[in-house]
């Protein structure tokens, strides 16, 4: 039975793993339109808004709410079963993940208006912020629900 019981561990693993792979997803779509945007600034004779380095970063938390989860089912007691540990970080890893990799796509978004129109920028961030929200909820929801 050792072998279920370490089963659990794989959640820690997926965790970390699925969040950090939406948040390499994220900044690399930002990143390549945040290049994108700054090209199409100074072809213009505009100068390079620095502010998109916010947008490209954004979907860096994503990565620490996938530690903290997994530093909570590490420390979830034995009273969670293995598979509620594995589950929990399969799926919650993966939604952090999507958070974070979706963010990344409307920051590319945000980067091309930004340069467009020079306007918008509080707009631009809320959504980013609301798209960071699921996350955060996943994290604490699955938090509470182990204990």
Do not use: H
């Amino acid at each position: 039975m050792q072998w279920f019981d370490s089963f659990g561990a794989a959640g820690y693993i997926f965790a970390l793993t699925f969040a950090a792979m939406g948040s390499a997803l994220g900044t690399g779509i930002t990143g390549q339109a945040a290049i994108g945007a700054w090209r199409k600034a100074f072809l213009k004779g505009q100068a390079a808004p620095f502010i998109l380095i916010a947008f490209a970063s954004a979907p860096l938390s994503q990565t620490i709410y996938g530690m903290i989860l997994m530093n909570s089912l590490k420390a979830a007691g034995l009273e969670v079963p293995p598979m509620v540990k594995a589950m929990s970080g399969l799926f919650g890893g993966m939604a952090i993940g999507a958070s974070a990799w979706l963010q990344g796509k409307a920051g590319a978004a945000a980067c091309e208006a930004l340069v467009d129109t020079d306007k918008g920028l509080g707009n631009y961030i809320m959504i980013l912020g609301i798209i960071e929200t699921v996350a955060l909820f996943v994290m604490v929801f699955l938090m509470t629900a182990l204990g």
